[in-house]
């Protein structure tokens, strides 16, 4: 890689030579790493699935915004090696789950699950918009019912004057 | 009703701004363990070398006194930071303390000992995947569990012990537990 730079920025004057352009093309193509090691993988291809999945969902205790299986923290590591042990020993993916959560609590899944102390996060803000909405609503019906009366249409009186006042203007 | 509601926009402003502010004082780091009030985890750790045979830890080990269980590693850089406040609190002899060597060299665990002071009575070793310390809902090292009498975890301090946080938070706890 060094190698490649070194190469390109050679000839300040000249243009980067072709095999070097290749290879910074080439780089456009890469794809996120997972930090899963292949020493630590099942050899059963669909129990090493769902250890990534179940991996994808749970929260690295030192990186906090990375999945375990993103992350290449020691702790995150002992986790991925103890969630395919788990799944070794014939737990189904809820049990590899709650034998995490039970040690960690739910802040260890990265999607928070749906019960009566997390009702505000999922529904706080569908109440929110529901208020709003319902504080939009009522501010037009508000205003509609307080729109200015038509003024009572004039007395014969008031006519004649007004036709007086016409005239003296010339119109 | 009209004022109140021209006031209402500015007081949702004031709790979450209020709420915010909370938020800025709180440490991330610092997880609230699930297990307080749970039984130590079902461990049997092998010795240090050079402790002698029977120095391991094991959940039998941490019934009938009050205990303070400290995770600690030989590559643990803040577990430097705490140790003097440990063997303080060995000098004092207010609570039995013992260690686990987490995610380290046996080897290592106990020559770090050997340099810094040996603050334990027993020391268990946790190899890597560290199962114990995963048990016991460790996040990093150093940390701390208070255990009481009867092997229920009833608290947990992340990060080093100091003077201030022994004096303020710990002891007290274990003077209540001894009771």
Redesign the interface.
């Known amino acids: 890689m060094r190698r490649v730079f070194k190469m390109a920025l050679k000839r300040r004057t000249g243009r980067l030579n072709g095999a070097s352009l290749v290879l910074l093309c080439a780089l456009a193509w890469t794809v996120p790493a997972f930090a899963v090691n292949p020493d630590e993988m099942l050899k059963d291809p669909a129990q090493e699935y769902r250890a990534r999945e179940l991996g994808k969902d749970l929260r690295c205790l030192v990186c906090q915004n990375q999945s375990i299986d993103d992350s290449d923290a020691d702790l995150a590591k002992d986790l991925r090696i103890i969630v395919r042990e788990r799944i070794s020993a014939g737990d189904s993916d809820a049990a590899v789950k709650k034998f995490v959560v039970d040690r960690y609590g739910d802040y260890v899944l990265l999607k928070p699950p749906f019960k009566a102390t997390t009702l505000a996060l999922w529904l706080g803000p569908f109440a929110l918009f529901a208020g709003a909405v319902a504080v939009v609503l009522g501010f037009y019906r508000r205003r509609r019912s307080a729109a200015p009366v038509p003024p009572p249409p004039l007395s014969a009186d008031e006519k004649k004057r007004l036709e007086k006042l016409l005239k003296e203007t010339g119109r | 009703m009209r004022r109140a509601?021209t006031f209402l926009p500015v007081a949702i402003f004031g709790v979450l701004a209020l709420l915010f502010i909370k938020g800025l004082t709180l440490n991330?780091?610092e997880?609230?363990?699930?297990?307080i009030n749970h039984p130590v985890p079902d461990m049997t750790l092998a010795p240090l070398p050079g402790r002698g045979e029977s120095s391991g830890l094991s959940a039998a080990n941490l019934k009938g006194r009050v205990s303070l269980v400290n995770i600690y590693g030989s590559w643990c850089i803040a577990c430097v930071q705490e140790h003097p406040y440990l063997m303080e609190i060995k000098k004092s002899g207010a609570v039995p303390i013992h260690g686990i060597d987490w995610?380290d060299d046996p080897a290592l665990g106990a020559a770090w000992l050997k340099k810094h002071g040996d603050p334990y009575e027993r020391v268990g070793v946790d190899p890597?995947?560290?199962?114990a310390?995963?048990?016991?809902?460790?996040?990093?090292a150093p940390e701390s569990f208070i255990v009481d009498k009867q092997g229920i975890i009833r608290y947990k301090h992340i990060g080093p012990i100091t003077t201030e946080v022994w004096a303020k938070i710990l002891l007290p706890i274990v003077r209540e537990l001894e009771k």
Do not use: C, E, N, W
């Not at chain 2, 890597?128 to 199962?131: E, K, Q, S, W, Y």
């Open positions: 509601l991330p780091k997880i609230p363990s699930v297990l995610r890597p995947p560290g199962r310390a995963v048990d016991f809902g460790v996040t990093g």
